[in-house]
Structures are given as C-alpha cells and as structure tokens.
C-alpha cells in the first residue's frame, strides 16, 4: 500500500494534525515516537530525529513528471519548514515520481525523506546552479580558479540535518558536467551531490546517488556526521566522482556503504596547501567500516592528498576492495604541511588490486606557486592488520619525502595472493621506517621483521562518544 495517497491537501493536513497531537501524547507518555506507525502514516525511522510537523513537496506545487522543475517548489516548501525549527522540526517527504530540480538549500532540525521510488534528477540548466565562493581552506576552485557551483543538496551553518530515504535515488545525471571538465569548458568547480558545511549532527542515509557531476557526499567543517547505508554508482571511468568526502570534521562515521567509482570511494581530505595550513581545521576522529569499493582507477580509502589540515585518529574496519587500483592509499607532497597521524586498518578484503599499500610523498598538485616549500607534511603512525588480498600485481609502493620519512609504519597479519604477472619488484620502499610481522609476500628491510605474531596496534575502543542523532 503505497503510505502517501496522492494527497488531497486538506486530508493530508488533517493527518498531520493528528500525527502531531498523537505524537505529543506519546511523548507525554514516555513513549518512542517512532511507534507512531501504527498509524499508518509513512514510515519515517530517521535515527531519533522523529520531527513534528511533516509536509510533502507537492504541498508546494512539485510536480514528479521528470520535465518539470522543481526548484522553486523546494525552496518553498524548506523555507516554509524552517518555521518550524524550533518547534519540533520538520520532515520533508518526495512522493514516488522522478523530480526534476536545480539545487536547494537545508534548513536547521530538518529531515528530507525520499521514497523508495523517487529520484531527484539533478537540473542540466547551468542557470539553476548558483556560484559560490571557493572553500577557505582551498583557495580557489578544483577545477577552475575562483568559485564554484553550489551543489544540488546544500546545507550551511546548520544543526540536526538527516538526509534520507528508503533507499530513493539522487541521479546528478553528470554525464553533461563530464564532457564540459573534458573538453576545458568549465568556468566554476562543478558541483557535488550533496554538500554541508559548518554543521553539527548531519546523518546522510539509505539512499542510491548516482552520476555525481563530481564529488558525492562532502561534510566539510563539520562535526558529528553519520553517513550510512548509501549505495553510490557512478561509471568507473568519470571524472573525480569521488563516494564519501570527509574533509576538516571532527566525529564522522561512514558505514554499511556500497561505491563504485571513477575516483577514491572515500577520501578524507582538509585543505590544500598555505589555504588549508592557514585554516588549520583537521579531520579527525573518523570510522569508516563495512565499506565495498570498486574504484579500478584509484583508491578504496584515500588519505589526501588535501590534507592542509591534518588528518588524525582514523579507524577502518571491514573493508572489502575488489577490482581497485590500491587500498588504503596516502598522498601528500611538499608544501600540504602538517600531519596524516594515528591511522589503524583492521580487516581489509581486496580482490584483483594493482597494489595493496600506497603511500607516495610526491602526490604535486598545488593551488598556485605560493605553497610553502618548507611545509613538510609528516606522515606517522599508520597501522595495518589483517589483510587478505588475492590476484594482486604489486603488494606495496611506499615512498616519503626525501630527509622527511614516513615513521611509525605497522604491517601484521597480511596475505597477499599475486596474479599470474606480478611485478617483480613487490615492495618498492624509499623513505620509509617502521615493522612488520607474518607478511607475505616478504616486505622490503625497511619495515623490520618483528617475528610472528607482533599484531600492529588497533586501539579497542573509539576515544570518542557515539553519535546518536
Ligand atoms: C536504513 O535502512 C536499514 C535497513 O533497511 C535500517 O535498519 C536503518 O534503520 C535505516 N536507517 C535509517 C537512518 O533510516
Ligand atoms: C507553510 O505551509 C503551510 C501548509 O502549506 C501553509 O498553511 C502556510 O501558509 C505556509 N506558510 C507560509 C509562510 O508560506
Ligand atoms: C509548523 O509550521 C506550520 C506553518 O507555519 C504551523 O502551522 C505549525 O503550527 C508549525 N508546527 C509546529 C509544531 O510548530
Ligand atoms: C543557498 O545558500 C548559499 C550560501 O549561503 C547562497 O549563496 C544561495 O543563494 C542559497 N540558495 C538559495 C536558493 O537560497
Ligand atoms: C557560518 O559559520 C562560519 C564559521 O562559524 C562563519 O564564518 C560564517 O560566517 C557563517 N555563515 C553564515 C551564513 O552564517
Ligand atoms: C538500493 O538501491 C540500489 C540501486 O538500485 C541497489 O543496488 C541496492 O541494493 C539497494 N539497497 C538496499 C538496501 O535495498
Ligand atoms: C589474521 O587475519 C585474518 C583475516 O582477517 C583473521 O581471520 C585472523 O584471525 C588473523 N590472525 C591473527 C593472529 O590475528
Ligand atoms: C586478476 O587480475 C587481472 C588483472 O591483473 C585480471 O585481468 C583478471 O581478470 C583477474 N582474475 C580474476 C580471477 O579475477
């Protein structure tokens, strides 16, 4: 039974009425609000953030058709429904139809719900795209100096966003964005997915993005984030369509997140070069676990190469590479400064991968000619334990920065099966220190063979609260 009836406008308000004094009741009653299906109204289990005043977007004109925008009625309707955030926030519910729209603003204690059969179809028209000013912590642009598209989803200075759904669709439809970056057309950055920037508690959850003009998902000067339960499709061989962007936030969580990808499947980032120095906001405290990738040309998990403003107190675990060009990958180079420190790996399963470890010193890529040349990035403390990988060309390229090496470096428990033409070399090491311990094949004599058994560190619990939002 499909939960939301093509809404005769006063019903829907009625039930409304009614889903808001039951829900009051119940909270006067001491009873989870989320009980409330009973009702039959939809069912909207949006991790503890049941709101109270819920509306749909055809109750501000959206039309489903595929043709038609959506735009105006988007922005109507969360402007309408930031009213209410401080009443109990608000839902905004997409009905089953394809909604063709430019971007949209968030609002604070607001959940956008996609059903299972909407898709949001990201607008082609450039004039439905605002620009805006390049990140702080870039300086200008990732594909073009100065400003940038605003991204289709975006969220600013809020607090409690959930986007969200049951498993609806985000289609960027990027394929028009992809020729413009090819062919140099490009004016402005092209746009991300979804983007939200100085926030605290944002979950992003059970939906299908597909198509990303460019990156998918990017927090970025935030805090308290959990993105959960997405599925993000884009043709291996697009440009810089990134999965998961974590960049300068502090507490994220990504987990339970299937990517296929034409670049890194997440990559933790926080600013490039002088801009991300001057900014100095790191990431930090970021689990990422029960992850699948296919990324054939890059990486499962990149650390970098923006990473300006350091990168700390990483944890992944349960993660599963198959067909990708390298697993837990760092890139950095002269000039990023700062750190990429306290890193732990536990568990990786990798299928048909051109390396297993990367870590190159000498990533280049620069803003402009003014990056600090005695901004030397130390990289530090960077554990890996039980990895299994199987049809594997080269088990590991790691190369610091020459006088600056790469310390503290742990490999345990790692089984690397080969292809039938491996490199000959397997482990190509240059500014490197740390151990090893029953790693096959043999490591280079940079990381000392501490015998078997030597597990590398992989510290118990997260030194952090668990976000409950
Ligand atoms: C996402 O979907 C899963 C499985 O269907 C469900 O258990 C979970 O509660 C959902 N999460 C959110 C935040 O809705
Ligand atoms: C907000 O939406 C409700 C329901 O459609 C409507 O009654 C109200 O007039 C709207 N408020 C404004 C300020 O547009
Ligand atoms: C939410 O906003 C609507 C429209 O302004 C208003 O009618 C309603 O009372 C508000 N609900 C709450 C819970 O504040
Ligand atoms: C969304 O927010 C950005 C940044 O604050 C702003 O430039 C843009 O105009 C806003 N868009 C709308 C439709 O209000
Ligand atoms: C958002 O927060 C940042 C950091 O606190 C601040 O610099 C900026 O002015 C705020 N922007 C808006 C639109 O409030
Ligand atoms: C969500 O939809 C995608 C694309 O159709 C599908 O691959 C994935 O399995 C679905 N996820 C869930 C949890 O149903
Ligand atoms: C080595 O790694 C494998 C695969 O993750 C795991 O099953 C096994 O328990 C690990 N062995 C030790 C001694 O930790
Ligand atoms: C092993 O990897 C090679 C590429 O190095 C690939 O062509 C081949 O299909 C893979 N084999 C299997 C069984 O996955």
């Known amino acids: 039974m499909e939960m939301w009836p093509t809404p005769r406008r006063n019903q829907v308000l009625d039930t409304l009425v009614l889903l808001g004094i039951v829900l009051v009741l119940i909270n006067l009653y001491g009873v989870e609000s989320r009980k409330v299906r009973v009702l039959d109204a939809f069912d909207y289990s949006a991790i503890g953030s049941s709101r109270k005043y819920t509306a749909s977007l055809t109750d501000f004109g959206g039309v489903g058709d595929g043709v038609t925008s959506n735009t105006k009625a988007f922005q ?8 209410n955030a401080s009443h109990g926030g608000s839902l905004l519910f997409v009905p089953p139809g394809k909604w063709l729209t430019g971007s949209f603003n ?16 990201a607008s082609q028209d450039v004039s439905e795209w605002a620009v805006i000013d390049p990140l ?22 809020l607090t409690d966003v959930v986007i969200t759904g049951d498993n609806g669709t985000i289609d960027g439809q990027g394929v028009t964005w992809w020729d413009k970056f090819h062919k140099g057309e490009l004016k402005y950055t092209r746009p991300y997915l979804i983007e939200i920037m100085y926030s605290d508690e944002v979950q992003i959850s059970n939906l299908t993005l597909m198509n990303s003009p460019s990156w998918n998902v990017h927090p970025v000067y935030s805090s308290n984030i959990v993105v959960q339960g997405l599925t993000i499709l884009a043709p291996v061989t ?9 960049d300068s936030c502090t507490n994220t ?8 990808s034409g670049d890194d499947c997440v990559a933790v980032k926080s600013g490039w070069d002088e801009y991300g120095i001057k900014f100095g906001m790191p990431t930090k405290q970021l689990v990422i676990r029960r992850l699948t990738c296919i990324s054939p040309f890059s990486a499962v998990i990149a650390l970098g190469s923006e990473m300006s403003g350091g990168i700390e107190d990483v ?6 590479g198959i067909n990708s060009e390298s697993g837990v990958r760092i890139k950095t180079a002269v000039g990023r400064g700062n750190y990429v420190k306290d890193i732990y790996v536990r568990g990786m399963i990798m299928k048909t991968m051109k390396m297993v470890f990367w870590m190159a010193g000498n990533y280049g890529s620069h803003p402009d000619n003014d990056y600090d040349p005695n901004a030397i990035p130390v990289i530090q403390n960077i554990n890996f334990r039980d990895i299994i990988a199987e049809n594997v060309t080269m088990a590991a390229r790691l190369e610091g920065i020459p006088g600056h090496p ?12 080969l292809t039938k033409e491996p490199k000959k070399l397997q482990w190509d090491c240059t500014e490197i220190a740390g151990v090893s311990s029953d790693v096959t094949p043999q490591p280079c004599n940079l990381l000392t063979d501490q015998g078997p058994e030597n597990a590398c560190n992989f510290p118990d619990s997260f030194p952090f609260p668990s976000i409950n939002i």
């Open 76 to 83: 109507a309707a969360i402007n309408n429904l930031s009213q």
């Open 106 to 121: 968030l609002t604070n204690h607001f959940t956008l719900y996609l059903h299972k059969d909407a898709t949001l179809l």
């Open 136 to 157: 702080p912590s870039y300086g200008r642009g990732r594909d073009a100096e100065g400003g940038r598209y605003i991204s289709l989803i975006f969220g600013t200075n």
């Open 238 to 246: 697009s440009p810089n369509t990134d999965g998961i962007n974590p």
């Open 253 to 260: 969580r990504i987990e339970d997140c299937y990517i296929v």
């Open 315 to 320: 944890r992944a675990e349960d993660i599963t």
């Open 406 to 417: 790469f310390t503290g470096i742990c490999i345990s428990n790692a089984t690397i099966g």
